[in-house]
């Protein structure tokens, strides 16, 4: 994962905000999402990587019917 900035653990505590609301409402400090297709994570996270930027697998889209 990463880690979350010390500014949303102070809002959540100013506000008195539970954990799943800060996380629907915040991105926790994510920054940029970029959705790329399944079979192409590791190639697109070892170009992110080699050029110098941090990223990190934060979930999955699936298909619901």
Request: net charge negative.
């Amino acid at each position: 994962g990463w880690e979350v900035p010390a500014v949303f653990n102070w809002l959540q505590e100013l506000g008195g905000v539970d954990v799943e609301e800060m996380r629907r409402v915040f991105n926790m400090g994510i920054g940029l999402a970029v959705v790329v297709r399944g079979d192409s994570v590791d190639t697109i996270t070892d170009v992110l990587t080699h050029a110098g930027t941090e990223c990190h697998t934060i979930g999955r889209i699936v298909s619901v019917e």
